[in-house]
């Protein structure tokens, strides 16, 4: 099975959603994670990841639901690697018409009929000849993911007050490392700025994210670096503008937890153009 892998963006503004088709052999994914929910179907082969303090796979046949903010890897689970369409759709876009919140508590499931509409409203929404019929597809498609597989979260109780005060100085940790990308605070001044020892304060801040500030901070300049590829920017351009030191860091680092290289990245998007055929309501 040959690597290869292309992104693609419909819809605009808050309806946007990315599309990725991809094979892959060799590729292992960096442990990161999505600020959208990720919604997959294997087409060839089988994919192995860590997710929620397991080792999940997921094969031809399956559909794979990871939330957002959740950390996970990925690499084949078989010699021959693995290939498969996945959506990424925005909390927003995926349960909009649907009750909130919902809670998918199993990542992996087999559910032919889900798979299938799936594949089919990617397949549409790629292809691009029909933006109507890519809409309805993921419309039934959505419909078929929240009522087989959504339970509903139950509401949790007011925080105790130490927790509501953990979660202000994570929220202030992650501001201070986004107020600049390009110049990363010390571990001194973070600490100093939410009145924690660097210990302490990395640890709270593993615990309410997955990942340590410098990684974090890491997967945030990927984010950054997409949304500025995919609006034409080239990546000697975004290296500079999201912090990497050079094009040759960014691009490993959005190798690891995209599976195309920034140039790649930038130039299926572009070729492709954003498409038209998300909206509200879709």
């Known amino acids: 099975m040959a690597e290869s892998a292309e992104w693609t963006r419909v819809g605009a503004g808050r309806f946007a959603l990315d599309l990725l088709t991809a094979s892959y052999r060799r590729h292992q994914f960096a442990r990161h994670s999505h600020a959208t929910f990720a919604i997959g179907v294997v087409t060839c082969g089988e994919e192995q990841f860590h997710y929620r303090g397991a080792l999940r796979r997921a094969g031809v046949g399956s ?11 990925g690499m084949a689970g078989r010699p021959e690697g693995w290939a ?8 927003a876009l995926l349960f909009d018409g649907h009750p909130e919140p919902t809670h998918f508590r199993e990542p992996v499931v087999t559910d032919p009929r889900s798979v299938r509409l799936v594949r089919a409203a990617h397949e549409e929404l790629t292809a691009g000849v029909d933006p109507l019929a890519g809409q309805s597809r993921l419309v039934w498609a959505f419909a ?10 139950v509401a949790a109780g007011a925080l105790r007050a130490r927790d509501a005060a953990a979660v202000r100085k994570v929220d202030a940790i992650r501001d201070r490392l986004l107020a600049d990308l390009r110049c990363a605070p010390s571990l001194r001044e973070l600490a100093a700025g939410v009145e924690l020892s660097q210990y302490h304060m990395i640890r709270v ?4 994210t997955g990942f340590p500030p410098h990684a974090w901070l890491v997967l945030e300049r990927v984010c950054h670096a997409r949304r500025l590829l995919a609006a034409g920017r080239t990546p000697a351009e975004v290296a500079g503008a999201v912090g990497f ?9 959005f190798k690891r937890v995209t599976g195309v290289t920034p140039a790649a990245f930038r130039k299926s998007v572009q070729d492709r153009g954003p498409r038209a055929g998300v909206e509200s309501g879709a």
């Not at 498969?84 to 909390?91: D, E, F, Q, T």
């Not at 030191?245 to 680092?253: N, S």
């Open 63 to 73: 559909l794979a639901i990871l939330e957002p903010g959740e950390p996970h890897d």
């Open 84 to 91: 498969y369409r996945v959506l990424y759709p925005s909390a």
């Open 144 to 153: 078929a993911v929240i009522g087989r597989h959504g339970e509903r979260r």
């Open 205 to 208: 801040f593993r615990e309410a």
């Open 245 to 253: 030191a050079d094009q040759a860091h960014l691009t490993r680092w």
